[in-house]
């Protein structure tokens, strides 16, 4: 059940301009989950532009990198040539490739899932693949836009199909060779043109057994 090259393309238009899609900072559960880690060898599946992998490379992480946007993935690398010296630089390799897919090398200490919006059928086959990807004592850190940001929040696709609160997140992880270490609503301040508003999103982080 791999993706359309539709919704590629789509994710490549997006890319497409001159600008940067999303922000250039880590996502702040990121920060706050992987801050303490000992760096090793991380894994960060649908990267985007790169934001998380070129803060990990940049704290002594060898990050593999992976979205299926050629677009995203040539973002990336040049994001990284801009803001890394050449030695952390070094430490990211960057390939397209769909999150449904085995990921590529590995096993790895961390594995990031952050903002990957997709039903819950293919939700769960991702999971499957970033815990294969992931060695035993590693964690599995998710972070996705929380379906109660429809009634109450702000931010992520206004589908309630595509977002998921923790307890989906967990009841995914069911069967699976995993320990959930933490499983949350959390909130986050976002600066929107209408002012000040709250982010809820679902923060899953569990450890492969
Ligand atoms: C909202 S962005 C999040 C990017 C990054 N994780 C971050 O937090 O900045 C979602 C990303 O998922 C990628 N994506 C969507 N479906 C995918 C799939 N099936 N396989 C791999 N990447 C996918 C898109 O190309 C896009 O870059």
């Known amino acids: 059940m791999t993706a359309t090259p539709r919704e590629a393309q789509f994710w ?5 301009g001159t600008d940067l899609v999303w922000s250039s900072a880590p996502n702040r559960w990121v920060v706050e989950v992987c801050a303490s880690l000992l760096p090793g060898q991380a894994l960060d599946i ?23 946007a050629s677009a995203a993935v040539a973002r990336l690398r040049q994001q990284a040539r801009q803001r890394l010296g050449s030695e952390a630089e070094g430490r990211i390799q960057a390939a397209v490739a769909d999150a449904t897919a085995p990921a590529p090398g590995g096993p790895y200490d961390l ?15 991702v999971l499957q693949r970033a815990v294969e990807a992931t060695k035993a004592g590693g964690r599995i850190l998710v972070v996705l836009h929380a379906r109660e940001n429809l009634m109450c929040g702000f931010g992520g696709p206004q589908d309630a199909d595509l977002l998921h609160d923790p307890a989906a997140i967990q009841r995914s992880a069911v069967g699976l060779p995993v320990a959930v270490q933490r499983s949350e609503l959390v909130s986050r301040a976002v600066d929107t043109d209408e002012g000040p508003r ?9 450890r492969r057994t």
Request: hydrophobic fraction near 45%; glycine fraction near 6%; proline fraction near 2%.
């Open 12 to 16: 490549n238009d997006r890319y497409s």
């Open 46 to 68: 649908a990267a985007g532009e790169g934001r998380h992998a070129i803060w990990l490379a940049d704290r002594g992480w060898h990050v593999t990198a992976t979205d299926f």
């Open 111 to 125: 594995t990031l899932l952050c903002y990957l919006q997709l039903p819950l059928d293919r939700w769960q086959i």
């Open 198 to 206: 709250q982010a809820l999103d679902s923060l899953v982080v569990l």
